[in-house]
């Protein structure tokens, strides 16, 4: 009897929330402290995709950060474009209207400061996105603004597709 093996296939398309709205609207520049935003809707569509994705993001700050503090990401999904959303912060790119507006959102991962010098910051993992519509929420959970340099920060999603193969 065949048996079959599944591999990851080569990589696709990364989808990047960022200022410039290389895909998505995200406009996290001078995010203040202990503030967030949340992206543009972005539309999966109906047709079949991957589920699994890599996540990788990065920002920098306008002044030296503090040494264990985070930016934390989150995602926020909706059942149709405009219904049902995660929380009522509306489908633009916005900020967070309160940190209680977290509460519902999946927690992505957070960038940890590991150092307190002038540089960019950088986290990465993986996630299962089942959902259609979904925005990236970002909340600056430290004591520093992040900075006013728009390609200091991004959040990018990458699709991690299975290909199987009889053997």
């Known amino acids: 009897m065949a048996t079959s093996k599944a591999y990851l296939a080569a990589p696709e398309t990364a989808i990047t929330f960022d200022a410039a709205g290389t895909d998505v609207a995200h406009t996290l520049t001078s995010l203040a402290t202990l503030t967030g935003r949340q992206s543009a809707q972005h539309d999966f569509t109906d047709s079949a995709r991957a589920f699994m994705y890599r996540w990788r993001a990065k920002c920098q700050?306008?002044?030296?950060?503090?040494?264990?503090?985070t930016v934390d990401w989150y995602y926020k999904s909706a059942l149709t474009a405009s219904t049902v959303l995660d929380n009522d912060d509306g489908t633009g790119d916005v900020a967070l209207s309160s940190v209680n507006k977290l509460k519902n959102l999946h927690y992505i991962g957070s960038i940890i400061v590991d150092e307190a010098a002038d540089v960019?910051?950088?986290?990465?993992?993986?996630?299962?996105?089942?959902?259609?519509?979904?925005?990236?929420?970002?909340?600056?959970?430290?004591?520093?603004?992040?900075?006013?340099?728009?390609?200091?920060?991004?959040?990018?999603?990458?699709?991690?597709?299975?290909?199987?193969?009889?053997?």
């Open 61 to 69: 700050f306008t002044t030296t950060p503090v040494v264990g503090e």
């Open 120 to 167: 960019e910051f950088v986290a990465s993992g993986t996630i299962a996105i089942y959902e259609r519509f979904i925005h990236i929420v970002c909340y600056n959970a430290t004591a520093d603004a992040l900075s006013a340099t728009s390609t200091d920060m991004a959040f990018t999603l990458t699709p991690i597709s299975i290909q199987g193969q009889a053997t």
